[in-house]
């Protein structure tokens, strides 16, 4: 009866939130409160406005008492709280060392379900940049009538976050500076360019690892998908791959279990509806060598 109640519940807060999305004008989408999107063919220098401005120091630990509070908000979307049983997104981000005051690059934001969580973890004194491209924002939302674009402007306007800027601009093209960020997020998302072609894989972990300042932190997780499968129409990778990728890059790699699951069939696509999205995957914490 209670799972009965919390599936009603998110079903009909799903539709709201759907509801409020569409309601906006393209013009209140532009527009609305923090949202601050800028495009890479803007100078770079003034791609990301001074709110952004680099961490100070000495950063805070990450306060998780503070973050497992903020992430039963009401102003978070139930569909993205339903997905934290199977991401734990407390957990990953405390193994991979993000702390407040950081700047963060969350990279392909999507929909936003990491952009406001990491928006909390990082506080007032951090900045969250949410990466998109043109054509991601346009895709539809997981299990939703709206589009990912439309998702993070909404999640960025009824969640406050005003220390989040949207950055609308391809991977190969970001517009940011050499050691200008303190950690990076890349989520479900290397297996799209490793598996067309690894070297794709490794321009954009090189690309990254430049972003990153020295100590900075890249951290990785995806679906895992065994060698010898078709992973490329899987939409998944093996564990292997993604590190030796990440050493090649000149990252230190330090792996963790904690998003395993054992029932999970690496022969079956991701979207098959048998797994109900709840894959097996490795998690990666990628840092940069101190100088």
Same mark, same amino acid.
């Given at each position: 009866m209670r799972r009965l109640? &919390?599936?009603? %519940?998110?079903i009909c807060l799903g539709h709201i939130a759907s509801v409020?999305?569409?309601s906006l004008t393209p013009e209140q989408a532009q527009n609305v409160a923090n949202t601050g999107a800028y495009k890479s063919s803007d100078p770079p220098s003034n791609n990301i406005p001074d709110s952004c401005s680099p961490a100070s120091r000495p950063l805070q630990e990450l306060d998780t008492d503070a973050l497992s509070h903020a992430l039963i908000s009401p102003s978070r979307e139930v569909t993205d709280y339903l997905r934290d049983e199977t991401r734990k997104p407390i957990? /990953? %981000?405390d193994f991979l060392g993000l702390k407040r005051g950081m700047r963060v690059l969350d990279l392909y934001a999507a929909g936003g379900y990491y952009t406001f969580i990491l928006s909390k973890a990082v506080g007032e004194n951090g900045c969250v940049i949410a990466q998109n491209t043109q054509r991601g924002r346009a895709f539809i939302e997981d299990r939703q009538a709206i589009t990912q674009g439309e998702a993070l402007d909404t999640k960025i306007r009824a969640g406050n976050l005003s220390n989040v800027r949207q950055l609308i601009a391809p991977t190969t093209a970001l517009g940011l500076a050499p050691e200008s960020l303190d950690f990076i997020l890349l989520t479900l998302t290397l297996h799209d360019y490793a598996n067309p072609n690894p070297e794709r &894989?490794?321009?954009l972990l090189a690309t990254l690892y430049s972003l990153l300042r020295s100590d900075g932190i890249l951290g990785v997780s995806d679906h895992? $998908?065994? /060698? $010898?499968n078709n992973n490329s129409a899987l939409h998944r990778m093996p564990q292997e791959q993604?590190?030796?990728l990440a050493q090649d890059a000149g990252f230190e790699v330090t792996t963790s279990d %904690? %998003?395993?699951v054992h029932t999970d069939d690496h022969s079956r696509s991701i979207f098959d509806p048998r797994l109900a999205r709840n894959t097996d995957r490795f998690l990666l914490r990628l840092q940069k060598p101190a100088r």
């Open positions: 109640r &919390a599936c009603v %519940l998110a409020n999305a569409q957990q /990953t %981000l &894989a490794k321009a895992i $998908g065994d /060698t $010898g993604a590190v030796a %904690l %998003l395993s």
